[in-house]
C-alpha cells in the first residue's frame, strides 16, 4: 500500500502530462504510453527531480520546435510530422534516462550516481534540441562541424556558433535544476560540459554516418544521450 500511495502523485503528473501531449498532438499515441513508462522509471531512480528533468527537456525542445515553425516550414526546416513525436523519438532521447532510472531504483547504492548521469543524458538531450531548433532561426553563418567550411542550413552535421551557444544554454537550465535538486557544486560544470560533448558528438555524427544513411536521426540521439550521461559520470570520478 505504501508503495502506491508513494506513486499515487508521480502517476497523476506523468498521466496529466500525457493527456497533455495526445490532446496537442506533441507525440503519437504510442509515443504518450512510451513517454510515460520512461517517466515512471526516471520517478523511481531519481524522484520528483528526474520527473523534473524529464518535464524541463520536453518543455524546451516543445517550444523551441514550435518556435517561427512558419518560416521554418518555409525554408524546408521544420521536423517531419508536424514535430509530433513518435514512439522511437521518445527512446532515442529519454530511453537512456529510463534505463538509468532502472539502474538507481534497483540498486540504491548507485543512485547519485545515476542520477548524476540521467541529468547529463538530459544535458546533451536538451542541448542537441535547442541548437538544431533555434541555431536554424538564429544562427548567421553554417559550418560543417568536421571541416569547418561553410554549409548549408539543416544539414546533418552543420552548426552554428548561434546554435552553439543556445545548446549550452539549454544545458545550464538542465545543470541548474539538478544542482536546486541536490545540492550546489561541481556538477553544475560537469553537466555544462556533459551536454556540450554530447552535443558535439550528435554533430560529428551527423556530419559522417547519418548523412551517409548508415545510422539514423534516432540512433544518434540515443547515443548523444548516452555519450552526455557517460561524460558527467567521468567527469565525477576523475574531479
Excluded at 498532438?25 to 520527473?51: E, N, R, Y
Excluded at 529519454?94 to 538509468?100: I, P, S
Aim: with cysteine; aromatic share 10%; glycine share 16%.
Amino acid at each position: 500500500m505504501s508503495v502506491l500511495l508513494r506513486l499515487g502523485l508521480p502517476v497523476l503528473l506523468l498521466g496529466v502530462g500525457m493527456a497533455y501531449s495526445l490532446r496537442t498532438g506533441k507525440l503519437t499515441p504510442a509515443g504518450v504510453w512510451t513517454g510515460g513508462l520512461l517517466g515512471l522509471l526516471i520517478f523511481l531512480g531519481s524522484g520528483f527531480a528526474g520527473i523534473g528533468f524529464l518535464a524541463l527537456f520536453f518543455g524546451l525542445g516543445s517550444a523551441a520546435s514550435a518556435w517561427k515553425a512558419a518560416d521554418k516550414r518555409r525554408l524546408g526546416l521544420a521536423e517531419a510530422n508536424e514535430g509530433r513525436r513518435t514512439a522511437g523519438q521518445v527512446l532515442a532521447n529519454a530511453g537512456v534516462a529510463g534505463l538509468l532510472g532502472l539502474l538507481g531504483w534497483q540498486l540504491p547504492a548507485y543512485a547519485p550516481l545515476a542520477q548524476l548521469m540521467l541529468a547529463g543524458s538530459f544535458a546533451a538531450a536538451t542541448a542537441d534540441t535547442l541548437a538544431s531548433e533555434l541555431g536554424n532561426v538564429y544562427g548567421r553563418r553554417y559550418y560543417n562541424v568536421l571541416t569547418w567550411r561553410p554549409d548549408t542550413r539543416g544539414d546533418n552535421g552543420v552548426v552554428s556558433v548561434e546554435g552553439t551557444v543556445l545548446g549550452l544554454a539549454g544545458s545550464a537550465l538542465v545543470a541548474g535544476a539538478y544542482c536546486v535538486s541536490f545540492g550546489w557544486g561541481p556538477a553544475f560544470g560537469w553537466l555544462l560540459v556533459a551536454g556540450t560533448v554530447g552535443n558535439l558528438v550528435d554533430s560529428v555524427l551527423g556530419a559522417t554516418l547519418e548523412r551517409r544513411h548508415f545510422v539514423t536521426n534516432n540512433v544518434v540521439n540515443f547515443i548523444n544521450t548516452l555519450v552526455g550521461a557517460c561524460t558527467a559520470a567521468g567527469l565525477a570520478a576523475l574531479l
